[in-house]
């Protein structure tokens, strides 16, 4: 996460927006069906970063 804003415009507020859902403690089914809708835009980031 550090140096985030060297990778791209938009890869702090990525990380600002994915770190609440790690403290979810979901998998990647759960998140499709629960968080993926609310998040669209950060849906394929994410989803493919969890278990």
């Not at 979901?26 to 998040?39: F, H, L, S, W």
């Amino acid at each position: 996460m550090v140096g985030a804003s060297e990778i791209g415009d938009y890869a702090a507020d990525d990380i600002n927006n994915f770190l609440p859902i790690i403290g979810l403690k979901i998998n990647g089914d759960e998140y499709r069906q629960k968080v993926m809708a609310i998040y669209p835009t950060l849906g394929d980031k994410v989803a493919g970063l969890l278990p």
